[in-house]
């Protein structure tokens, strides 16, 4: 919403105090409101629109209402299926849905806003118009206002214009939504939310669901389309030729036409890749993983590279000062009252500053002047103190490689301490008061390092071993020293020589290049953490990134896969596709698990579903061509389709695996699906011709029915035999029952009938189970010269 008249007028002491509470009522019931959408939900009509209206729905739909005026109710079974898979289907993306709202709640950014002149934390929904927010290092700008309180700001607006270094903000500038701080404080107030906001204008909908590239999604559609391609001219031909070639009225070529065109489609393919899909986040939201947007499982079971930010991701987010060690004399009782005094210089404190924090308690006689805070492209920070006599002093608190020249002999200290894996800052006196000049980092004194400690997360060690066990490389990527940085992997099994980053080429591919020779990486930029994983895709590699300070946010966005610690900065939630909101860096192996899950399943259940679309084309083509009546009625194949794939696809779809995902999805389907749906049709075909020759007389068409409904039948069983593979107890179960239900249909009367299946004389079944038997060899002869012949 733009900016009122009544926002306009509100005086300076007003804004500083914020809005009173009938102000905010004011705003709220005239809809001023900031009412996003959450990211990773669609409401329950976009769910029931998205599994209701499909083309192949349609299609079935309009079948359907045909055979229920034309057919007795078992030929209009396949509709009453479809009903149930599409109630399958919304029930299960609505128990998602439920499970990630619930999820977006907990891990949801709760920006501070002061009302009253008291600042309060608030749900991003609840802000209103002229509401003023206040703002600090790894906030994410939530509405688009004007910076009315600055305190060193700067602000990274890269993710909306573009533009890599930081803009420093002073009172009256504007700040965007989807912008992110990355150094100082501040204040500023709501000019627009809402669906107004910059960013929702940019990317409403894409914020709201988006997807990441799914190569399962995009290759179902690619065979979708190719299948619609085949059905449309099949269909047309089939209904031409069985309304003239008639042996028992109109109404019995219509059940018929419309039982060769339904198994065409291959309907429950997308509903139970949808299943699948909100399935793994139901079971991943169970372990406190936010999935936000769904193909995300499936991208980091394809991810043969990932990036870790050292701190927050393989070591915990605090640390702990382990030594002062002063230099060049200093006074050690002085020195800590200056690092004390640094507490006060950063309200929003990072964990090194924190530490210190804890450590050397703030003296009340000193007072802060002026404070440079800290941003990870500087390297340290600064502030200018009033001492307690009335002198006055500025002091730098960074990485001693960047405020020392090369040769210093405190690097040398530095270098032992970073070995044993141990964070260093220097504390260094500069000769100048004045913190913006962009050289006061030529002439200081340093006065002591301070030495912290890491705590390593004590489930990182075996989530990189799994990850190694995998084919999955890790490349530490940290803006620490590179040296402790490496010792710091070296602990958790990782090898290999640390590369300080700023040796790295610039270019691109002499980048990757180094990228691909080294582990881990030191001194590392944000903007090069982002080029990095740029250099590591233009390889090839699908790379996921995981982080949870505001540095890594340009690398999180450019990631295949980003995923951020729930106790992450604002701005790393808000970008990555996947949130640990347990802070467990081993949640990170059951999410790889449901992605193979998914890839490994899919992929056998979709040759299940295109085997019969590529037997059901080629059956329609030859009753087409011979000019006979098709062999099949709608509850015939309703019953096969679901004894050898329905249920069986139930089961499979959902069940534990743990392939390695492959790429080319369309190309592994259709290398068994073609060749396994041209057996099974030439086989039933033939067999059907042969009942042809062999019957006569009344009731000839269905015994012809029944001897080729049992030939596809068991061609059929033995596709999913090979599916199934390898065998546990419960596929083999699986497989036996379904033969055993098919079985029982021959044996009971009442299911002959309505079934429609009735098997005459014995020479005719037994020629079938032959017919099925010749089939069943040269589908295993097939499949293996597939494998050889069209490796995946």
């Known amino acids: 919403m733009t900016h009122t008249d009544a926002g306009a ?25 900031n009412d996003v959408p959450v990211r990773s939900s669609r409401s329950l009509a976009d769910i029931v629109r998205a599994n209701v209206f499909t083309r192949f729905n349609a299609i079935i739909g309009s079948l359907w209402l045909i055979m229920l005026f034309v057919a007795p109710i078992a030929d209009s079974l396949f509709g009453f299926v479809i009903l149930a898979n599409t109630g399958i289907g919304i029930l299960q993306e609505w128990r998602a849905k439920q499970t990630l709202d619930s999820l977006a ?46 305190d060193g700001l700067e602000i990274d607006e890269s993710l909306l214009t573009g533009e890599a270094d930081p803009v420093v903000k002073t009172p009256g500038d504007r700040v965007m939504s989807g912008s992110f701080v990355v150094a100082g404080g501040g204040a500023f107030t709501a000019t627009r939310v809402g669906r107004e906001a910059y960013a929702a204008q940019l990317a409403e909908e894409a914020s709201r669901f988006t997807l990441v590239h799914s190569e399962l999604r995009s290759g179902i559609s690619t065979i979708l389309k190719y299948v619609t391609w085949m059905m449309v001219p099949t269909a047309i031909g089939l209904v031409i030729s069985q309304l ?65 930010d050292k701190t927050g991701t393989l070591t915990e987010g605090g640390m702990d000062v382990s030594e002062l060690s002063t230099l060049n004399g200093s006074d050690p009782t002085y020195v800590r009252q200056v690092l004390g005094a640094f507490g006060e210089s950063d309200p929003r404190p990072n964990a090194s500053l924190q530490a210190i924090i804890d450590a050397y308690p703030d003296s009340e006689e000193w007072r802060c002047v002026e404070s440079l805070p800290f941003s990870s492209a500087r390297k340290y920070s600064g502030a200018t103190f009033s001492e307690g006599d009335g002198e006055t002093s500025t002091w730098l608190l960074g990485a001693p490689d960047v405020l020392l020249p090369d040769g210093d002999p405190a690097l040398a200290e530095t270098e032992r301490l970073n070995e044993a894996g141990l964070r260093v ?32 997360r004590a489930d990182a060690a075996d989530t990189l071993r799994y990850f190694a066990g995998q084919d999955v490389r890790a490349k530490v990527i940290s803006g620490d020293n590179a040296v402790s940085v490496g010792s710091v992997a070296a602990k958790l099994g990782l090898d290999g020589t640390a590369v300080d980053a700023r040796r790295l080429p610039a270019e691109r591919h002499e980048m990757a290049a180094a990228l691909d020779e080294a582990t881990v990486f030191g001194r590392v930029t944000p ?36 995923v951020s610690m729930g106790s992450g900065s604002e701005a790393t939630r808000a970008v990555a596709q996947i949130v640990l909101l347990d802070n467990s860096f081993a949640t990170l192996p059951s999410v790889v698990a449901e992605g193979r899950r998914v890839i490994g399943n899919i992929t056998r259940v979709a040759t299940l579903f295109l085997v019969k679309t590529v037997y059901s084309v080629l059956l329609a083509v ?34 534990p695996n743990k392939e390695r995902a492959r790429p080319h999805f369309v190309r592994r389907v259709m290398r068994y699906s073609i060749p396994g749906g041209l057996v099974a049709g030439v086989a039933t075909f033939l067999m059907y011709l042969i009942a042809r020759h062999y019957y006569t007389g009344d ?4 015994a012809e029915t029944s001897a080729a409904t049992l030939t596809l039948f068991l061609i059929s069983l033995w596709v999913l035999a090979i599916i199934a593979r390898p065998y546990t107890w419960w596929r083999v179960t699986l497989v036996a029952l379904m033969a055993v239900a098919f079985v029982c249909v021959l044996a009971v009367p009442a299911l002959q009938t309505f079934f429609a299946l009735r098997l005459v004389g014995v020479a005719m079944p037994w020629a079938a189970v032959g017919v099925a038997a010749v089939a069943a060899v040269a589908l295993e002869f097939l499949w293996k010269w597939v494998d050889r012949r069209f490796p995946a």
């Open 105 to 150: 709640v907990i891990g949801e950014a709760r920006p501070t806003v002061r009302r009253d002149g008291i600042a309060t934390e608030v749900a991003t929904s609840e802000i209103v118009l002229d509401d003023l927010i206040e703002i600090g290092p790894g906030d994410r700008i939530v509405v688009d206002g004007e910076c009315v309180e600055a």
């Open 699 to 702: 009731g000839s068409l269905d």
């Open 9 to 33: 007028e509100l005086d300076v002491p007003t804004r500083a105090r914020g809005l009173t509470t009938a102000e905010v009522a004011e705003r709220t019931a005239r809809g001023e409101i």
């Open 244 to 308: 003239v070639v008639k042996r028992h009225g109109l109404k019995d070529s219509v059940a018929r036409t419309v039982g060769g065109i339904v198994p065409m489609v291959p309907e429950g393919l997308v509903l139970l890749t949808s299943v699948a899909f909100a399935i793994g986040v139901i079971r991943l939201g169970r372990k406190q993983c936010l999935v936000q947007e769904l193909p995300a499982i499936e991208g980091l079971a394809r991810v043969d590279t990932v990036c870790l």
């Open 622 to 655: 030859l009753v087409v061509c011979w000019g006979v009546e098709y062999p099949f009625l709608p509850r015939h194949l309703t019953l096969l389709s679901t004894l050898t794939i329905g249920v069986p696809a139930f089961f499979l779809a959902l069940a």
């Open 425 to 456: 800052l220097l504390l260094a006196r500069a000769a100048r008061d004045d913190l913006d000049v962009p050289d006061i980092t030529e002439h200081t004194t340093p006065a002591a390092l301070v030495v912290l400690e890491q705590r390593l």
């Open 527 to 562: 903007q090069q953490k982002r080029d990095m994983v740029g250099a590591l895709q233009s390889r090839g590699h699908t790379v996921a990134m995981t982080g949870d300070g505001v540095n890594d946010v340009l690398a999180l966005k450019d990631a295949d896969i980003g």
